[in-house]
């Protein structure tokens, strides 16, 4: 059977990125340097976890080309090559949002209907 390019690409897609978005620290990270250029320890500070978990989902992003790192002395910079990455996070956000405001509507619907129903 023949692989077709667009599931090679969706394969590679999945593999590369994904996979490294399958984690909310990771998402939180790419969006915190989206702002600025940060270094281990003041992401570990201001996401609140170990410095080892945060090295770690670092790895992971550079593994995967979603983030970029500069050496200054001793210390690691880790930056935001390409800004689309925060781009395509925010229209997965505005689809969730959608989502999420449909099936508030639904359920304002139900809600409504079973209140009417109770007092006839």
Do not use: W
């Not at 970029?68 to 229209?91: C, F």
Request: neutral net charge.
């Amino acid at each position: 059977m023949e692989t077709k390019p667009l599931e090679i690409e969706i394969g590679l897609l999945h593999e590369r990125i994904c996979s490294a978005l399958g984690d909310p620290t990771r998402i939180l990270i790419l969006y915190m340097l989206s702002e600025k250029g940060m270094f281990v320890n003041e992401l570990s500070e201001a996401l609140n976890i170990p410095q080892s978990s945060v090295s770690r989902h670092l790895r992971i992003l550079r593994e995967r080309n979603l983030v970029a790192t500069e050496r200054q002395g001793t210390a690691v910079l880790y930056t935001l090559p390409d800004k689309r990455i925060i781009v395509a996070l925010d229209l997965m956000r505005e689809i969730l949002s959608s989502q999420l405001r449909q099936e508030a509507k639904i359920t304002s619907a139900i809600h409504n209907q079973n209140s009417s129903e109770k007092k006839e």
